[in-house]
C-alpha cells in the first residue's frame, strides 16, 4: 500500500464527521430521484410522461399517427427498453452507492476487527476473523482483486482508501474497533498506521481496550519492539512477523521431531537462508536447548543450513545467539538452490526433516519436490502452504514424504496473531499450571487442567487475559521485559517486594474477570455453577492461596526464558526513586525539621536507596487497592489523575504500613528517633499515629500522578484498560 504524504490528522480537521454524512446520503437521496424517474417510466409507458421520457432517450424514432395507430411490436420494444434502461441504472446506481453504503455500515460498527492492506496476510485474518464470526472491515488502497472479491464472499467489508490516511481508518471506526491488523507491505506503512490508530483510540474516550497487530517484516525488530511497546494508553500493540508464525508452525507440525520430546538428537536440513530460514533455526535451536536443560543431556542436535550466503547467515545466527554453538552443531552449505540443479542432502547422516523456506514460492516448492526426491523414505520434507502452495496441498497429503504446513484459523484465536508477546507467555503460563497441578491429587477435575488447544474458549480467554495480566504486573513493579539471546543466561530473582505485589495484582485481576464472566463467591467451589470460594478481597485470602499465587508469580522470569525473554529494570523505577528521596528532602527542609537521611541522593546509602525503591514498587498495589493501575502515557494526552479525600486516605494507610512492615524486617522498633538503637517513634499503628505524620503519607499519595508523568506514565481507572472479550 503506498503510503502519501500528508500531515497526519489534517483530515479531522478539515473534513468534519458531518460531512461525510451529508455527502453519503446525497448520493442515497439521487439515487431514489433516479429510481422513481425510470419506475414512473415503466409505469406510464403509454402515457405523456413515458412519451417525453422515453423520447428523450431517442431510442426509437417518433411513429407516425396516433397512440391507436401504433402496432403492438413497437410499444413492446418501448416498454421492454425501459424496463432494461431501469435494470441497467440500478445497478449504476448500486455501483456507485456500494461505497458509500459500506462506509455507512462501517460507521455503526463496534468491537469489530479491522485489516488494513489485503495481500496474503491480511487476506488469512481477514478470513481467519469471519470464520470466528467477528464483523471484519478492510481497507485496501486496490480497487479490484482476487483478495477483494474473497473477503467480501467472507461477508466481509472492504472499503477503498489508504489506510496511511487519518480518513480512511476514521471511515472504518478504528476507534470503537476491538482489533486493528496492519499489513501492508512495508514496515513504515504498518507503523504509521499503527500510530495513527494509537492517536484516534486515545482522542475516542472509549474505556475498550484496542488491540493492534502490526506486521513487521524483520523478525528481530519484531522482537524488540514486542516489549517496550506492548502498551500503548489504550492501545496494545503486537508486532508479529510471518517468519516467526510460519517457523512455529513448521516445528509444532506433528510428524515434526521437534515437536515431541525425543533422546536422540534430531538432524535436520533448512533449505534458504531467508528470514524464514533462520526462524526455523533459531527456533529449533531454542527447542533443542529447552529438552538439554530438562532431560540434562548434552548431546548436541545437527542443522545444516544451505543457501547462497549460508556461512555469512550461520554466523551472525551464532554471533547473535551465543548458545547456538552449546545445543547443535550448525553446518553452514553453500548453494544457489535453483530449480533443476542436483540438491546433495546423502552427506546428512540420520536425516530427521527437511524446511524449504525459499521465498520464491515457485522456486521452494521445486526445490521441496527435489528434497522428496533423494532423502529418505522415511524423512518427512516440511513445506510452508503459502499461497500457490497452498492450492496444491491437499494433492501431497497421504502420498510421499512432503507435508504441506498450513495456518488454519481457529474459532478461538488467529494463528497469524500467535507471534504476540502475551499469547505465548499464556501458553508458557498455562504448562507451568498444569505442571504445578499435576502434583495434585485432584488434577483433571477443573475445566483448565487441559493442553493448550483442548482448552474451551472461555478458559482459553482466560489464560490469555493472564498472559496479558503477567505482562502488565512485571511493567507495574518496574520491569521491562527484552528479547533473550543468551539462553544459558539465569533468569532474574524477583525481589520480595514486587512478587508480593505481583500476586495481589494477579488475585485482584482474576477475580475482576471471574466477576465479569458470570462467577460468583460461594464458601463452596463449583465450575459447574460458576461459584467460586477464593473471589475475595487479598487481605481476606488464606495464607495457603496467598502462598499459591507467590509461587506462581515468582517462576514468570522462567517462564519468560523459556520463550525467548528476560526481565531488566525499567530506568523509570531509579528515577521515581529519587524524586520521592528528594521530594523528602524538600519537605524536611521547609520545616526545619531534623532528619539524618535528609541529603542528597548520591550520598545516601545503598539501604535507604532500597527503601525508596521499595516504596516506588508498593505504589502499583496503593493503586489497585483504589481500582486504579499504571500504564504508559503513549500517544496522545492523557489526563493527570487526581485522587478523593478518601482514596488518599486508604492509600496513606497502606503507605504507612508498608513502611512499617519493611522497616520491621530491618530491625527498626518503636521508640524515640535513634539511628544507633534503631528505635523511630511512627513504628505504630495508623490510629496511633500523629497527624502530622499522617500528614507526610498523604503528601506522598498526592504526587504520585505528577512523579508518573514525569517519567512517561499515567494513572488510569481499571475500566479504561480492562481486556475486552
Not at 500457490?388 to 504441506?404: C, K, R, V
Not at 511493567?475 to 514486587?498: C, H
Amino acid at each position: 500500500m503506498a503510503s502519501r504524504s500528508r500531515i497526519p490528522g489534517a483530515h479531522l480537521r478539515r473534513m468534519p464527521h458531518g460531512r461525510y454524512w451529508w455527502r453519503a446520503w446525497s448520493w442515497v437521496v439521487l439515487g431514489l430521484l433516479l429510481l422513481i424517474a425510470y419506475a414512473l417510466a415503466v409505469i406510464f409507458g403509454r402515457g405523456p410522461v413515458g412519451h417525453r421520457l422515453l423520447d428523450a432517450l431517442k431510442l426509437f424514432p417518433q411513429f407516425p399517427g396516433s397512440e391507436r395507430d401504433r402496432p403492438w411490436p413497437y410499444i413492446f420494444a418501448r416498454q421492454l427498453s425501459a424496463i432494461a434502461l431501469l435494470v441497467a441504472t440500478i445497478g449504476v446506481v448500486a455501483a456507485l452507492l456500494s461505497e458509500r453504503l459500506a462506509e455507512l455500515r462501517a460507521r455503526f460498527r463496534r468491537s469489530h476487527a479491522v485489516v488494513c492492506g489485503l495481500g496474503e496476510t491480511g487476506l488469512r485474518n481477514t478470513l481467519a476473523f469471519r470464520a470466528r464470526g467477528d464483523p471484519t472491515t478492510c481497507i485496501e488502497l486496490n480497487a479490484r482483486g482476487d483478495a477483494i472479491d474473497e473477503a467480501r464472499r467472507a461477508g466481509a467489508l472492504v472499503l477503498h482508501g489508504d489506510a496511511t490516511q487519518v480518513s480512511s481508518l476514521q471511515n472504518a471506526r478504528v476507534d470503537r474497533a476491538r482489533y486493528v491488523v496492519c499489513s501492508c507491505p512495508d514496515d513504515a506503512t504498518n507503523t504509521k498506521i499503527a500510530s495513527l490508530v494509537a492517536d484516534l483510540a486515545s482522542r475516542g474516550g472509549d474505556d475498550h481496550v484496542l488491540g493492534i497487530h502490526v506486521q513487521i517484516d524483520n523478525p528481530h525488530l519484531a522482537r524488540l519492539l514486542r516489549a517496550p511497546l506492548a502498551s500503548v494508553g489504550n492501545a496494545r500493540l503486537h508486532f508479529f512477523n510471518m517468519s516467526n508464525v510460519w517457523a512455529r508452525a513448521l516445528l509444532d507440525e506433528a510428524a515434526e521431531p521437534y515437536a515431541h520430546a525425543a533422546a536422540t538428537p534430531p538432524q535436520i536440513v533448512v533449505l534458504g537462508t531467508t528470514s524464514l530460514g533462520s526462524a526455523v533455526v533459531v527456533e529449533a535451536a531454542r527447542r533443542w536447548h529447552g529438552q538439554m536443560r530438562s532431560t540434562g543431556s548434552e548431546a548436541r542436535a545437527g542443522i545444516v543450513l544451505l543457501g547462497p550466503t549460508a556461512a555469512e547467515t550461520a554466523a551472525r545466527l551464532v554471533k547473535r545467539y551465543r548458545a547456538i554453538p552449546h545445543v547443535c552443531e550448525l553446518v553452514p552449505v553453500t548453494d544457489a538452490l535453483e530449480p533443476g540443479d542436483p540438491l546433495d542432502l546423502g552427506s546428512v547422516e540420520a536425516l530427521s526433516a527437511v524446511y524449504a523456506c525459499l521465498d520464491d514460492q515457485s522456486v521452494n516448492l521445486a526445490v521441496t519436490l527435489e528434497a522428496e526426491r533423494v532423502v529418505p523414505e522415511e524423512t518427512p520434507v516440511f513445506l510452508p502452504a503459502r499461497a500457490a502452495a497452498e492450492a496444491l496441498g491437499p494433492l501431497f497429503t497421504g502420498s510421499g514424504h512432503i507435508h504441506s504446513v498450513a495456518l488454519s484459523p481457529q474459532g478461538t484465536s488467529l494463528d497469524l496473531l500467535h507471534d504476540q508477546m502475551a499469547d505465548v507467555v499464556a501458553q508458557a503460563a498455562h504448562e507451568a499450571y498444569l505442571t504445578e497441578r499435576r502434583t495434585q491429587a485432584d488434577f483433571g477435575s477443573r475445566p483448565a487442567d487441559r493442553p493448550w488447544r483442548e482448552l474451551s474458549d472461555e478458559n482459553l480467554r482466560a489464560t490469555q487475559a493472564h498472559g496479558e495480566g503477567i505482562i502488565e504486573q512485571l511493567r507495574a513493579v518496574w520491569y521491562e521485559i527484552e528479547p533473550l539471546y543468551d539462553w544459558d543466561e539465569d533468569p532474574v530473582k524477583l525481589t520480595d517486594e514486587a512478587v508480593e505485589a505481583m500476586a495481589e495484582l494477579e488475585h485482584a485481576r482474576w477475580s475482576r474477570d471471574r466477576l465479569a464472566a458470570g462467577w460468583s463467591y460461594s464458601p463452596t467451589r463449583s465450575d459447574e455453577n460458576k461459584l467460586q470460594n477464593l473471589l475475595v478481597p487479598w487481605t481476606e485470602l488464606s495464607a495457603e492461596a496467598r502462598n499459591i499465587d507467590r509461587a506462581m508469580v515468582e517462576k514468570r522470569p522462567a517462564i519468560l526464558a523459556g520463550v525467548g525473554f528476560r526481565l531488566a529494570r525499567d530506568p523509570a523505577r531509579e528515577k521515581l526513586a529519587r524524586q520521592l528521596h528528594e521530594s523528602y528532602v524538600a519537605a524536611r527542609a521547609a520545616t526545619d525539621e531534623n532528619a539524618p537521611l535528609a541529603i542528597p541522593w548520591d550520598d545516601l546509602p545503598e539501604a535507604a536507596r532500597e527503601s525508596n525503591r521499595a516504596a516506588v514498587d508498593h505504589i502499583a498495589v496503593k493503586l489497585a487497592r483504589i481500582g486504579c493501575r499504571v500504564v504508559p502515557r503513549g500517544i496522545g494526552s492523557v489526563e493527570r489523575s487526581s485522587f478523593s479525600d478518601e482514596e488518599v486516605e486508604r492509600m496513606a494507610i497502606l503507605e504507612h504500613e508498608r513502611w512499617v512492615a519493611h522497616k520491621s524486617a530491618a530491625g527498626l522498633t518503636h521508640g524515640p528517633r535513634d539511628s544507633d538503637a534503631e528505635t523511630h517513634p511512627s513504628m505504630v499503628a495508623w490510629e496511633e499515629l500523629p497527624n502530622r505524620e499522617r500528614e507526610k503519607d498523604r503528601e506522598v499519595v498526592r504526587a504520585i500522578p505528577d512523579q508518573l508523568v514525569s517519567v512517561g506514565y499515567a494513572v488510569v481507572r481499571d475500566g479504561a484498560t480492562r481486556r475486552q472479550t
